[in-house]
């Protein structure tokens, strides 16, 4: 006989689509302030995603309020204290890294994703992995969404967040996501450690495009390729050679590494981390713009679901994710000008005048952001 029963839809304050660094920190805060989350992850946590798992410490501030600073501190990981740019030829510059609590650390993305997943969990978001979302529909009675997945129930919530990556499926499913481009692929895989490797983070320059290394504990190296598709098998053969790797090695993969930014912020849709903007992989700080663009966006929803506000929440989550990204995004544009043509990359690194410039921007990168958050 219960079988027969309906149950009444439990309508959610806001659905999170995706529990990397932007929806778990979405969905935590928004729990914190007592909403009714729901997030729903394609994956089985933990796991792992092509990323150089370096952590700007801009993002200190946001863990912190996330009350998870010192659990991430505990996480294994390295702690890293110098770059070492090289160019094709071989010539090296390096430069310092901050010490003490704006050090650079580089820990695992199985790790840390699992940590904020973990944290937004214990707050009271009610989080469904292995469900992907599949179709989306608004209510008519602008009421909010109706949320299908491939786990066969649909979910309703009044507000609704695209937290799913560069690839988001919710843009695409609202027309928002434009054609992407497949300029650039990455490969990514966590590696033995070579013995002496040190404490570095290399950007090494090669004809094919680019490889960041930098040591993730005491036994691993996370080992990130990144070239056009015509050239990454090439870049793939040159790192099995130069870390002693099996032709059958296994990499994860992702593409595009550039796609234009979307608006964050629509009616009942807020989007955050990769989804609404993707910045170049090579300045680390992708993880940062996700948690704290995950916490701009609670605090606006948090007012949008309670209808108490004097400044619009939509206008104001898109104010202050232009301001996020505001003074900083002339170093991601010098970047992506910089790793799309390794020989002037390389020729850069050889200019002896050029290397102040270089120690510049590396301090404009890891140090934390103007607005102290
Ligand atoms: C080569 C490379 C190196 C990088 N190195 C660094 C670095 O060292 N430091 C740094 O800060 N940043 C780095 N980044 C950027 C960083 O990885 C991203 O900015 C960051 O992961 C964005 O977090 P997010 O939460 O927005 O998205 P993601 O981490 O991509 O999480 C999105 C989540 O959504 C889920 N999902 C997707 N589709 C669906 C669906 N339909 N239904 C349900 N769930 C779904 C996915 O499974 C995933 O868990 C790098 C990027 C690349 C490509």
């Not at 796991?47 to 010192?70: F, M, Q, T, Y």
Request: aromatic share 6%; hydrophobic share 45%; glycine share 8%.
């Amino acid at each position: 006989m219960t079988d027969c029963i309906e149950r009444p839809m439990e309508t959610f304050d806001v659905a999170i689509v995706g529990a990397g660094p932007a929806g778990s920190s979405c969905a935590a805060f928004c729990a914190l302030d007592g909403l009714r989350a729901l997030v729903l992850e394609r994956e089985k946590f933990p796991r792992e995603k092509v990323c150089g798992d370096c952590l700007n410490p801009s993002s200190w501030g946001v863990l912190r309020r996330l009350g998870i600073a010192d659990r991430a501190r505990q996480l294994p990981h390295a702690i890293l204290s110098t770059v070492e740019f090289i160019a094709i030829g071989g010539q090296k510059v390096i430069v310092g890294l901050p010490s003490g609590e704006e050090s650079l650390r580089a820990i695992k993305r199985s790790l840390f994703d699992a940590l904020v997943m973990s944290r937004a969990r214990d707050l009271g978001a009610q989080i469904h992995e292995e469900t992907t979302v599949t179709a989306l529909t608004a209510a008519a009675n602008g009421a909010g969404w109706q949320i299908e997945t491939n786990q066969g129930p649909t979910f309703a919530a009044r507000v609704l967040v695209g937290a799913d990556g560069r690839n988001s499926t919710v843009a695409r499913l609202c027309n928002l996501l434009p054609r992407p481009a497949r300029e650039r692929v990455a490969l990514q895989s966590h590696i033995p450690l070579p013995a002496g490797f040190g404490s570095r983070v290399v950007l090494q320059f090669l004809r094919e495009g680019y490889s960041g290394q930098a040591p993730v504990n005491n036994d691993e190296l996370n080992l990130c390729l990144v070239s056009k598709p015509s050239d990454i098998s090439a870049l793939r053969r040159w790192a099995e050679q130069c870390f002693s790797l099996p032709h059958d090695h296994s990499w994860h993969t992702i593409t595009p590494l550039t796609r234009i930014a979307l608006s964050p912020a629509h009616d009942k849709l807020f989007m955050v981390g990769d989804a609404a903007r993707v910045v170049e992989p090579f300045t680390g700080e992708g993880i940062y713009y996700a948690l704290r663009s995950g916490e701009l966006a609670a605090q606006a929803i948090v007012k949008a679901v309670r209808g108490s506000y004097d400044v619009d929440p939509l206008k104001e989550y898109a104010q202050a994710h232009a301001a996020m990204y505001r003074g900083r995004l002339w170093v991601n544009g010098l970047a992506r000008a910089a790793v799309l043509s390794p020989r002037i990359a390389s020729s850069l690194i050889h200019a002896a005048r050029v290397q102040p410039m270089l120690r510049s921007l590396t301090a404009k990168i890891v140090s934390p952001c103007s607005g102290g958050l």
